[in-house]
């Protein structure tokens, strides 16, 4: 069996920095896999991303396919990879249309007319998404939650096996933060995506992910299922934030909440008493 | 698929290319239009008239029209390139640097090699890009080109060349008129020479920029998204640069400075046409062309007998254009 995704003993430094912004990470991927990325500020989440998708010169290897990244060219990576950052802006407006047509880019001639193929994946697209009323709207008439479902419109249209969310969420609201993680798992069902997502908010990266990874200082600090690796101590050791990590009774997420109280310690052990 | 803006605009075509043509009948002396046309399909007219619109005339008026599209089609795409509505040759100090190198080529050949002066357009060209460079890594913040540092930059290269250029004349020909001439454009002289060249380069820049169209329109998000969607985002940003230098560096040298177009037209052809690069580069090509021809018949007829300097029938309409692009532009963000 072919390995989909391999990073092994990946390390970047910026230049003028001389500390290494991911030092020596090492993990694997499979394919139909969700992976949550979590980590503070500057941990590293964001250049782990770049160097999957080529667009930093990092040391080791990247194997995705069984094929180093470095070696696969730009086009070919973008019919593979597609990524949803934490806002689109165009500096022009247009049409919704539009956008989600750009995600054919890759796969267009140089004039970039439309094949069969293409309308297809941009059909599938607003359909998976609900979006066909918004279709002749411009971008920047939608509100923010819009926006950024149709940026995700535009990658579905790109049709990669691989999704790089790199905190698509953090500038919405629960209600299409939930709307654009509830497609993301759609889509990973239907087609067998695969997805690696940074979070800045823990339990949505607990309630998403098969998998998390917690990176600290640009090191992998802890890797496994959200309720081996999401624990009272970890948070404190990597985020330096006092917490209480609480299992829904539900379905066994497990949810972080903040302690801003000093006696919140007694305060959740009564809850957890009359709920467990 | 075509949509309805892409049908606009092709309908439009045909009564812009006849506006266009009957710009000619205007100028010191009035030619009815008919009698044009006639001239034009090879009819028999007065041989004064057909002279005026034949060797004269025509040949100013396609002058325009190849260097509006050229300075236009520029504009547009440094725009999208930039990420910046405020982009344009003009702006960016590409046009002084190119009309410094094709002075300093004059200026050697009139006082040292005469064979020089063909090399002018090689010499604009270089000096455009050294103006670009400059504008460009002074500008850079970051990684990132923020609207006011890359105008401001602009504003100074603009100068730093503008000075040389005056510096230039004055110390080659001791003639202070001839200034105008660079600094503020005219397609006075135009000869078919000049026709062919600025033809030829236009026309080119025009495919070239379609053929890059979808690129154009990813890098309108940003590099990286465009980087996303397989664009080789650094290449496309090399040739643009130069086959943007290059041709306005040919525009320059045949007719000097002309501001403001390559800012205003690809902005009035989004709004007419959308953004769309497909539409919005052939688009910007005729209406920039369009735009210099109507500037040069009001610059060359209403004030007979002396003639305006194109450039300041430009910068009279684009400044308020500018102001109202950058106003606009400061509220959205």
């Given at each position: 069996m072919f390995e989909f995704l391999k990073i092994e003993n990946v390390s970047y430094s910026y230049p003028k920095s001389s500390k290494n912004a991911i030092d020596k990470v090492n993990f694997t991927v499979r394919k139909g896999e969700i992976i949550g990325v979590i980590g503070p500020n500057g941990s590293g989440k964001t250049t782990l991303m770049k160097s999957i998708l080529n667009m930093i010169d990092y040391k080791g290897n990247i194997k995705f396919y069984d094929q180093e990244i470095k070696k696969i060219s730009r086009r070919s990576l973008s019919k593979k990879i597609g990524v949803v950052a934490q806002e689109f802006a165009p500096i022009y407006d247009?049409?919704?249309?539009?956008?989600?047509?750009?995600?054919?880019?890759?796969?267009?001639?140089?004039?970039?007319?439309?094949?069969?193929?293409?309308?297809?994946?941009?059909?599938?697209?607003?359909?998976?998404?609900?979006?066909?009323?918004?279709?002749?709207?411009?971008?920047?008439?939608?509100?923010?939650?819009?926006?950024?479902?149709?940026?995700?419109?535009?990658?579905?249209?790109?049709?990669?096996?691989?999704?790089?969310?790199?905190?698509?969420?953090?500038?919405?609201?629960?209600?299409?933060?939930?709307?654009?993680?509830?497609?993301?798992?759609?889509?990973?069902?239907?087609?067998?995506?695969?997805?690696?997502?940074?979070?800045?908010?823990?339990?949505?990266?607990?309630?998403?992910?098969?998998r998390i990874i917690i990176m600290k200082s640009g090191k992998i600090y802890a890797m496994g299922d959200p309720e081996m690796v999401l624990t009272k101590d970890m948070i404190e050791e990597v985020y330096g934030a006092n917490c209480e990590v609480i299992k829904d009774p539900r379905n066994g997420t497990v949810n972080v909440f903040m302690d801003l109280e000093d006696n919140s310690d007694a305060f959740f052990c009564d809850v957890l008493k009359k709920y467990s | 698929m075509k949509n309805s803006r892409e049908k606009i605009f092709w309908i439009a075509l045909p009564f812009i290319l006849i506006f266009i043509l009957a710009n000619i009948a205007f100028g010191p002396v009035y030619i009815p239009v008919l009698e044009v046309f006639k001239a034009l399909v090879g009819m028999k007219v007065p041989s004064t008239d057909k002279i005026i619109i034949l060797q004269l005339r025509l040949p100013r008026i396609l002058l325009g029209l190849g260097v509006g599209a050229a300075l236009s089609v520029t504009g547009n795409a440094f725009q999208a390139m930039l990420k910046n509505p405020l982009a344009d040759p003009y702006i960016l100090g590409v046009s002084s640097g190119a009309a410094f190198g094709a002075i300093l080529a004059n200026v050697i050949a009139q006082l040292y090699y005469p064979n020089f002066v063909f090399y002018m357009w090689i010499f604009a060209f270089v000096f455009g890009l050294v103006a670009t460079s400059l504008t460009y890594f002074v500008s850079r913040r970051g990684g990132k080109l923020p609207a006011t540092e890359l105008i401001l930059s602009g504003v100074i290269v603009n100068l730093m060349f503008g000075a040389g250029v005056t510096f230039l004349i004055v110390y080659g020909w001791r003639d202070v008129q001839v200034t105008s001439f660079w600094l503020l454009g005219s397609l006075s002289g135009a000869g078919w020479h000049d026709v062919i060249l600025v033809g030829i380069s236009s026309v080119a820049s025009v495919v070239f920029f379609m053929s890059i169209s979808k690129y154009l329109n990813a890098m309108v998000a940003g590099e990286e998204e465009a980087a996303y969607l397989g664009v080789n985002v650094e290449m496309m940003k090399l040739m643009i640069f130069v086959v943007g230098t290059l041709v306005t560096a040919i525009a320059v040298s045949t007719s000097g400075i002309i501001g403001f177009v390559g800012l205003i037209m690809p902005h009035m052809s989004r709004r007419l046409f959308g953004s769309d690069h497909k539409i919005s580069m052939p688009a910007s090509a005729i209406l920039g062309g369009t735009f210099i021809v109507a500037c040069d018949t009001v610059a060359r007829t209403a004030f007979t007998p002396s003639e305006m300097p194109i450039g300041t029938i430009t910068a009279l309409i684009g400044a308020p254009i500018f102001i109202y692009i950058l106003r606009r532009r400061v509220q959205n963000v």
């Open positions: 247009m049409k919704v249309s539009e956008i989600v047509e750009m995600g054919r880019t890759p796969y267009t001639n140089l004039f970039g007319d439309l094949s069969q193929e293409d309308k297809k994946h941009i059909e599938f697209a607003f359909e998976d998404l609900n979006i066909h009323h918004l279709k002749d709207r411009t971008f920047y008439s939608l509100s923010g939650g819009e926006r950024q479902i149709v940026y995700v419109a535009k990658v579905f249209a790109q049709n990669p096996d691989l999704f790089l969310l790199d905190e698509a969420t953090v500038h919405l609201d629960i209600g299409n933060a939930q709307h654009l993680l509830l497609k993301m798992k759609e889509r990973v069902k239907k087609f067998g995506s695969t997805v690696i997502s940074t979070f800045h908010d823990i339990n949505q990266a607990s309630a998403f992910s098969d | -």
